[in-house]
Nanobody
Framework: QAHLVESGGGLVQTGGSLRLSCADS????????MGWIRQAPGNEREFVAA????????VYADVVKGRFTISRDNAENTIYLQMTSLRPEDTAVYYC???????????????????WGQGTQVTVSS
């Protein structure tokens, strides 16, 4: 059974760092593009970053480029989002997502991701 479990969220001050993890407990998605999408209160879902199955292709939203790094460890069935230089506007619920279809291109559009975790809250205080 496919199941994504996120962890690592929390409260951090501006300029701080956090690392999010997402474990694929069903060992289902090692051959799929995975990523992170966030949603702040009152806002639409926003693409953050994604990585292809082999880890050699990554895509980032412009607002996080140079600050966030996505990676994956297929042996551990886990992806990570290392977040640095955090800003108050990064405050949101961060969802781990999977493109479980046949698409082989990493897409920066939340609509392409059809499997979602439960989300983890990231709060950046000013």
């Amino acid at each position: 059974q496919a199941h994504l479990v996120e962890s690592g969220g929390g409260l951090v001050q501006t300029g701080g760092s956090l690392r999010l993890s997402c474990a694929d407990s069903g060992r289902t998605f090692s051959s799929k593009t995975m990523g992170w999408i966030r949603q702040a209160p009152g806002n639409e879902r926003e693409f953050v970053a994604a990585i292809n199955w082999s880890g050699d292709r990554t895509v980032y939203a412009d607002v996080v480029k140079g600050r966030f790094t996505i990676s994956r460890d297929n042996a551990e069935n886990t992806i990570y989002l290392q977040m640095t230089s955090l800003r108050p506007e990064d405050t949101a619920v961060y969802y781990c997502v999977v493109d479980s279809g046949l698409n082989t291109v990493v897409v920066a559009d939340p609509a392409f991701y059809d499997v979602w975790g439960q989300g983890t809250q990231v709060t950046v205080s000013s």
